[in-house]
């Protein structure tokens, strides 16, 4: 069994830090949480890394909201509930699309430059989307122009302190309510870091695989601690493989937006030849899901590693002004989209399970909210659609905030760690360690899975239990024992939910199954999995 902390430690000899609201993580939920947390409170805000390293930074396409007089509210809630696969939570879906645009204001309030045209801003449409509505920045650098203007605000904010270079190891707790966070320093040194509330804003789990669009630090952490501390964690089955990233001798896998597609571009294989009539008829705008299942599977039948984008016969002018960060990528590699047709393969991208929370990021322990990607809102389902993520994250931590502004002062204390001796760590075996979990997700828990495999993927992480066993102190080790967590919980889930739906397909069971699997799954640490009917009710 997972232990309650990673580490050992005696809350009683180590500093005190306090604070009203602590945020842990960056990107776009943690940035946003924090500035509007610091109109009213103080905010302690925790990086693993620096603000810039989030999956909000390299978030291509966009974000998805409501401003054209052509769309509406029900059109996204559509959308969004049918690329859910019926898992989504329709009051979440209403809460997204209704106070999606406000949001989209506060962003531009807060510094934002989407592009425009003509005077108005300009609209693009993603696959499984029924019409333009996604908000962009510099063509394709929509997520890192949010991150510029966000951290230029909170590092101006002086009710705002920022640690960057800090590790939170565990979450503190007493009597079923989240007291702080246990934090440990650049120089190795920890502290005990007490608050009103604690959001967790620690991003995704990209890092579980082999192949992945996201960046380094994307190790499961927030989903880790919450399962340690005892949180509900909820659909963590379902995982969005985006289908076009970069596959190209020498280049990391980068992503290639879903936009690219949605500016007209072909998927052809080895051959040359268009293939998603044959698997949808929403051709290269499918769910994303349905695209990356076919692109794997016309890999499979053309013997090859890749398939290839097209987008050559678009004018040069509209591919390098709408895309001129893939455009220039690309180039590095000696690949011009205006002229080739581009390689790409699925990649690991987007996590749509979490920490479960209400419609005001409340998890199901007190004081503790969770925003982004690390939250499980009701919002994606089983299957994410396109540019919902960002509005997600603030419309959610706007709401967070709100809760938090009524919430009273709390004892800030909390229970002591483990007292037990833990042997050394064997830091010189991670980096095979690590490499072995994401081969072995991608063969087990992949775009396909089956009984047989996951049981074997399960087998092979249960062996890697020993690793609580050990003084894990270096970030390495302890990002390891996270992902070593969720590669537990997505592979439990993964076997549980015997069925195919969304992000999670089986095999052995290729239909989706309403009458026995419309249902969440629900993993806890202390009770184990059950699931939960999609509206609430046990």
Known sequence: MIPRYVVDFDLDKLPRIETDVIVIGAGIAGLYTALKSSETKRVLMITKKSLFDSNTRYAQGGIAAVISDEDSPDFLAQDTLIAGAGLCEAAAVDVLVHEGPHGVQELIRYGTNFDEEDGQYALTKEGAHSQRRILHANGDAT????VRA??????????????????????????????????????????????????????GTGQLYRYTTNPEVATGDGVAMAYRAGADIRDMEFNQFHPTSLCYPGAPRFLISEAVRGEGAYLRNIRGDRFMENYHPQLE?????????????????????????????ESPELIQHRFPTIYEYCLRYGLDMTTDWIPVAPAAHYMMGGVKTDLHGQTSIKRLFACGEASSTG?????????????????????????????????????????????????????????????????????????????????????QLPLFQLCLSKREELEYANLLTCALLVTEAALNREESRGGHYREDYPQKDDLNWHVHTILNREKGIRTERVDGDV
């Open 150 to 203: 966000l951290a230029e605000k909170v590092k101006s904010d002086q009710t705002i302190e920022l640690w960057d270079d800090h590790f939170v190891l565990d979450l503190l707790t007493e009597n079923g309510e989240c007291r702080g966070a246990l934090v440990q320093k650049p120089d190795g040194s920890r502290v005990a870091v007490f608050g009103q509330a604690t959001i967790l804003c620690t991003g």
């Open 285 to 313: 705008l499918a769910p994303r899901d349905v695209v990356a299942r076919a692109i794997l599977s016309e890999m499979e039948s053309t013997k090859s590693t890749y398939v290839y984008i097209d987008i050559t016969h």
């Open 379 to 463: 919002v994606h389902g089983a299957n994410r659609l396109a540019s919902n993520s960002l509005s997600e994250a603030i419309v959610f931590g706007q709401r967070i905030v709100d809760v938090i502004n009524e919430l009273s002062p709390n004892q800030l204390t909390a229970d002591n760690g483990p007292a037990t001796e833990r042997q050394a760590a064997l830091t010189g075996a991670l980096i095979e360690r690590r490499l072995k979990l994401q081969k072995g997700m991608v063969r087990y828990t992949g775009l396909r899975r089956d009984r047989e495999g996951l049981l074997k993927g399960l087998e092979d992480l249960r062996k």
């Open 143 to 146: 997520g890192y122009e949010i």
